[in-house]
């Protein structure tokens, strides 16, 4: 079974700085895009930044371009979001979601999503 | 980018009766290649994490019921529920990957019981 676990949201100030994790297991992960995807309070799905399977390939929504760092460790099936330079519209649910073996799959499983408040 | 617009925002519906909503792409998502459609529906439960029910625009992913069904191509597509139940009360979420990144989903179904 595919399990999906997200650690490391938090109350953070403008400005400030937050590591996600998501770990991963019950499938090959190294050979999975990976995915992370918010949600604001109370709005709706969107899609932050993907990683490819064996990490050479990243790709990032524009809203976190230049601020936000995905990366993964396949040697521990974890999947991190350095998150820089955090803004009051990052506030959301992070949920760390995965794709299929390139980038043209739907995500099939979800994690429960971490909370992260940008606030002062 | 791909455009992603659903439609209705909201929709209440009477237990046992057919629930529609519709998703139009801004582009085709059909590739011409393998004639398929890069359309998928999500379903989110109150305070749950999305949940995929239908890929490639039609296909229902294991375990979900027969009830849920996906349909269209090209740029306008439809998910149907025939026979609403209780535990059917969620937001539905139509996403495009097939110009992705950067994947687009629509604004999101709230579905409710009448």
């Known amino acids: 079974e595919v399990q999906l676990s997200e650690s490391g949201g938090d109350l953070v100030q403008p400005g400030g700085s937050l590591r996600l994790s998501c770990e991963a297991s019950?499938?090959?992960?190294?050979?999975?895009?990976m995915n992370w995807v918010r949600q604001p309070p109370g709005r709706g799905l969107e899609w932050v930044s993907v990683?490819?399977?064996?990490?050479?390939?990243?790709s990032y929504a524009d809203s976190v371009e230049g601020r936000f760092t995905i990366s993964r460790d396949n040697a521990n099936n974890m999947l991190y979001l350095q998150m820089n330079s955090l803004r009051v519209e990052d506030t959301a649910i992070y949920y760390c979601?995965?794709?299929?073996?390139?980038?043209?799959?739907?995500?099939?499983?979800w994690g429960q999503g971490t909370l992260v408040t940008v606030s002062s | 980018d791909i455009v992603m617009t659903q439609s209705p925002d909201s929709l209440a519906v009477s237990l046992g009766e057919r629930a529609t909503i519709s998703c139009k792409s801004s582009?085709?998502?059909?590739?011409?290649?393998?004639?398929?459609?890069?359309l998928a529906w999500y379903q989110q439960k109150p305070r749950q994490p999305p949940k995929l029910l239908i890929s490639?625009?039609?296909a229902r992913e294991s375990g979900v019921p027969d009830r849920f069904s996906g349909s269209g191509s090209g740029t306008d597509f439809t998910l149907t529920i025939s026979r609403l139940q209780a535990e059917d009360v969620a937001a539905y979420y139509c996403?495009?990957?097939?110009?992705?990144?950067?994947?687009?989903f629509g604004q999101g179904t709230k579905l409710e019981i009448k």
């Open positions: 979601a995965k794709g299929g073996y390139n980038y043209r799959f739907p995500f099939d499983s």
């Open positions: 019950g499938f090959l992960f190294s050979s999975f895009a």
């Open positions: 990683m490819s399977g064996g990490g050479a390939g990243r």
């Open positions: 582009q085709s998502v059909l590739h011409s290649s393998n004639n398929k459609n890069y």
């Open positions: 490639w625009a039609s």
């Open positions: 996403q495009q990957y097939l110009s992705g990144p950067p994947y687009t």
